[in-house]
């Protein structure tokens, strides 16, 4: 989780990431950080993260997505 | 049978009358057989291009639900016998059985799509790259009839098949209610672009007479006629007239024209959104919305998520993301990073996926360069901006303005005239004139010919100011309502003497002020065309 929190803090570092929960309802992370997030994921935690995960329950908060990091690295 | 004639109201008053009054379990039937009734009328030949499309959906979506069925059938029938090895190479190879079937699908279906509407636009840059090479014979148009509502029901069937591909949600046994889907009537001229597991709770279940929910849907219908026939086909031979003549009509009247055409194209694009919504819920069918009030946007980026949202949502969810974060992206991702450092880097695959989707959803609005530069602009914009943004940054964190209600009004005044110019594009539908006429507004200072008379002599005159300016006031104002409440809310708070004084205020406003009139067949609807 630290890791991913990192990577969230470099991207956005007024947000705070351990409580906010409506990151993409509220458009903090718009399609462009989704991307640079993905890629950094993928890289930080050796898995892909495919289109079909990219909506807004997996990306509203870290938590969710570290939900997502777990599921995939665990389906791998 | 467009939406503003006789011929479309009497229809949707029979429709309406048999939903009722047939069985519940039939209603959806009922809206199939009125949905292809209402296609035939446009042309009985085109129902083949719209059955091909459906039929090959059905095919291959089934054949796609049924692979993720036997998937999850052997994996619970296997559970504690495969190896995490082996459980991992037959999901691999099933899912290498979907792909082929969903490429094969989106061949067939993009493939229609692209002959009819592109095969003349090869042919004419063929023929012009062979002209420029000195040959003096090129190859010979062909003459497609484009049917109605081709972009949306491609995309629409598209973005069905890719989530049963996804395995979002399971797929459609019926053929018939997979059909009533691709073909739903109010929504096949312009849209909007709907997802299958949003419609189809309300789509297939069985409606009661709800004559609250009626009563919404109605004045819906007539807030829409109100913004296409009072306001749209008003400013219609305004816009005309300005880009109709660029050798006349430069300077100040290109950025009048740009004006016009931004309320005209708002007030007719969400005016047939108002009547398809409208519509829908007359039968208690929920559409989604298509609008969220674009114009108040502060950011190019932030009126593209609250303009024509289903098609840019489409093109994010299926296009930009998948071509984001596929392998080759992801590898150029990482050697990009290396070989330029962090910042460019990290956002050079965006920026290539940015400009694929928004040269794509360019020429989905019309197979044309002045629809590829339109869409090459907004992407420049927004990749311009994104570059901007450690700028915007410090500029912020200098001057605290965020908050200022005048620095908000700039940005929305600053966003609405970014938008107009690359709009305008739609208009001249030639991209050199276009710039020709971006030119004259620099060098052409003839601001006060505007007050000498000028307004008067772009097709509208005083009764026309006299009818649009309240109008369009009204459509602001219910706009700026909006933001906070809903004004149909507000309505139904108020005695009935009051609700039935408004809506009879605007039927009247349209009868009498409406441009052409219902019945006026020309005025068709800008987003038809696409």
Redesign the interface.
């Known amino acids: 989780m630290e890791e991913l929190l990192e990577i969230l803090e470099e991207l956005h570092p007024d947000v705070d990431f351990m409580s906010n929960e409506r990151l993409i309802d509220d ?1 903090i992370l ?3 950080d ?3 997030l ?2 950094e994921v ?2 930080e935690f050796d898995i ?5 995960e ?1 909506i807004p329950e997996n990306f509203n908060s870290a938590k969710s997505l570290y939900r997502l990091i777990e599921k995939l690295s665990d ?2 | 049978m467009i939406f503003t004639s006789y011929e479309f109201i009497f229809f949707l008053v029979i429709v309406f009358a048999l939903y009722y009054m047939a069985p519940k379990k039939f209603q959806w039937v009922l809206l199939l057989v009125a949905s292809y009734t209402f296609y035939a009328y446009a042309g009985v030949k085109f129902l083949v291009y719209i059955l091909v499309t459906t039929v090959s959906t059905y095919i291959f979506s089934s054949r796609i639900g049924k692979i993720h069925e036997e998937q999850d059938m052997y994996l619970k029938q296997n559970k504690g016998e495969l190896s995490r090895q082996e459980r991992k190479e037959y999901k691999e190879v099933m899912k290498s059985k979907r792909f082929r079937l969903l490429v094969i699908c989106l061949f067939i279906n993009f493939g229609i799509l692209g002959v009819i509407k592109y095969t003349n636009f090869v042919i004419a840059n063929v023929n012009s790259l062979f002209a420029n090479l000195g040959f003096t014979r090129g190859l010979t148009f062909v003459n497609f009839a484009v049917p109605l509502g081709i972009s949306f029901y491609t995309f629409q069937t598209m973005g069905y098949v890719i989530d049963i591909y996804r395995g979002k949600y399971k797929y459609e046994k019926n053929l018939f209610k997979l059909a009533l889907f691709t073909s739903f009537f109010p929504q096949l001229i312009q849209g909007p672009i709907s997802r299958f597991d949003d419609l189809k709770e309300t789509m297939f279940s069985e409606h009661s007479f709800d004559s609250s929910n009626i009563s919404f849907g109605v004045h819906r219908i007539i807030w829409g006629y109100f913004k296409k026939l009072v306001i749209a086909d008003r400013l219609l031979s305004g816009v005309t007239t300005i880009v109709g003549d660029p050798a006349t009509y430069q300077g100040v009247y290109v950025l009048l024209g740009m004006f016009f055409y931004a309320i005209q194209l708002y007030a007719d694009f969400t005016g047939g959104i108002d009547i398809t919504i409208g519509i829908g819920q007359i039968f208690g069918i929920r559409l989604k919305e298509n609008f969220i009030r674009p114009f108040f946007s502060k950011s190019v980026t932030e009126y593209w998520r609250r303009w024509h949202i289903s098609l840019g949502s489409w093109f994010r969810d299926y296009m930009f993301y998948p071509i984001s974060v596929s392998g080759p992206m992801l590898k150029l991702s990482k050697s990009s990073r290396r070989l330029l450092g962090d910042g460019i880097g990290k956002r050079l695959p965006v920026y290539i996926s940015s400009i694929i989707v928004w040269f794509t959803t360019g020429i989905w609005h019309g197979a044309a360069w002045n629809f590829i530069v339109w869409g090459l602009l907004n992407c420049l914009v927004i990749l311009v901006s994104q570059e901007l943004e450690p700028l915007y940054v410090r500029f912020h964190n200098r001057f605290d303005v965020r908050a200022n209600f005048t620095f908000r009004l700039f940005q929305v005044v600053r966003t609405f005239w970014i938008m107009s110019f690359i709009r305008i594009l739609d208009c001249y539908r030639d991209v050199g004139t276009t710039f020709r006429m971006y030119g004259t507004i620099f060098t052409k200072f003839n601001f006060m010919e505007l007050f000498r008379g000028g307004l008067l002599e772009v097709g509208l005159s005083i009764s026309d100011y006299i009818v649009l300016i309240p109008s369009v006031l009204l459509m602001l104002v219910v706009s700026l309502i909006g933001r906070r409440t809903s004004l149909r809310e507000l309505l139904a708070e108020r005695s009935q003497a009051v609700r039935y004084a408004a809506f009879a205020a605007i039927i009247f406003g349209i009868i009498i002020f409406g441009a052409y009139g219902i019945g006026y067949d020309s005025s068709k609807f800008i987003y038809s065309q696409f």
């Open positions: 458009h718009d399609s462009f989704i991307i640079t993905i890629a993928s890289d892909l993260i495919p289109a079909e990219i389906e791998d």
